[in-house]
């Protein structure tokens, strides 16, 4: 899709945020189309942005596979991760906000943490997955915060995102321990002005109403506290979350428009939280509906059958994924 060259440029940028865990599959085609669509419409700018903080997880071939799919179904950016491509006319050279991988952006996210962590709005947590469980008294839950933060990572989500969204509350054993917390537990490195060794979490003030205005799905309305607790912004293995890193992002990409996932809706309040203790104004927010296997089930990057990878070896043509007339079985 090319832009609209009768209408004026606008200050409008929204972004594509794709994270290279594995193939998109029809639901991210989806979004991401709604993405460009409003972009499109607005005569704005749209910015690519390969998520590829997870060092496990992520992986190159899922990071070209990407790019390569999204132009194959007629999305374009104007901006994006730099391939070295000697086309200026290519959206493959970089922007005026490059880096464009999240890998190579560790200096931003170090900066809000550190702007987080002087205002008072960090924690250090020492907790285990097995005390964390222990205190929630849900063994049934996945809740290491290193890997629900790392799902994170699956934006714009359509499926793999309920362990990030449904993070079962903090208990809040370190935040109430705070002043007695052992700042060198196990390493000289330690320390408590830069992050490592501990989980860093936002200490969420408890009992606030996040509101906010979604231009999809209309007036949203959460807890602080108790729909969502204080949420990690820094893993202990030095990955920041992906919270901190999606907001820090947008920040500087001067993004005005958010297009994702309904399955982030409560990641939005958390974000709205950060924005202010970083003093940054968020950008709208647009949450598309997911879409559903023929169980009901949302999809999911394990949903091979429904990848667009494999849609494309089958025969099918963008129109038809992106139409919604496809069968939906996995
Ligand atoms: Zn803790």
Redesign the pocket.
């Known amino acids: 899709m090319s832009r609209n060259s009768s209408l004026p440029p606008s200050d409008y940028r929204g972004r594509l945020a794709p994270s290279p865990t594995g193939y998109l599959h029809i639901g991210h085609a989806r979004t991401f189309w709604t993405a460009c669509q409003r972009a499109i419409a607005a005569a704005g700018t749209l910015v690519m942005r390969m998520e590829d903080l997870d060092p496990d997880r992520s992986r190159a071939e899922y990071a070209d596979a990407a790019l390569n799919d999204l132009r194959w179904l007629g999305i374009h950016w104007q901006e994006g991760p730099d391939l070295s491509s000697p086309d200026l006319s290519s959206p493959d050279h970089g922007g005026p906000y490059a880096p464009y991988e999240q890998s190579r952006r560790m200096a931003f996210y170090l900066d809000a943490w550190s702007k987080l962590q002087k205002g008072g709005f960090l924690f250090p ?3 285990s997955r097995k ?2 469980e222990a205190a929630l008294n849900a063994p049934h839950e996945s809740i290491s915060p290193g890997t629900v933060e790392a799902q994170g990572h699956n934006e714009p989500g359509n499926g793999e995102q309920e362990p990030l969204d449904d993070e079962p509350i ?1 208990p809040g ?3 109430r321990s705070e002043n007695n917390f052992p700042l060198s537990p196990n390493s000289p490195a330690c320390n408590i002005a830069e992050p490592g060794c501990f ?1 860093w ?1 936002f200490r969420v003030p408890a009992g606030e109403v996040i509101e906010f205005v979604d231009l999809n799905l209309g007036p949203q309305r959460f807890v602080a506290g108790t729909d969502f607790g204080d949420f990690v912004v820094w893993r202990r293995d030095g990955v920041p979350s992906y919270q901190l890193a999606c907001v820090a992002d947008d920040a500087a990409m001067r993004i005005t428009e958010v297009v994702r996932g309904e399955d982030l809706l409560k990641s939005t309040a958390r974000q709205i939280l950060l924005y202010r203790a970083l003093s940054l104004t968020p950008p709208a927010w647009f949450h598309c509906r997911l879409v559903a296997d023929s169980s009901g089930r949302r999809l999911a990057k394990r949903h091979d059958a429904l990848s667009l990878r494999a849609l494309r070896l089958r025969g099918f043509t963008p129109e038809q994924i992106l139409s919604g007339a496809l069968p939906m079985e996995t």
């Open positions: 947590c020492r907790c005390d964390l903090y054993t370190c935040r989980n979490r």
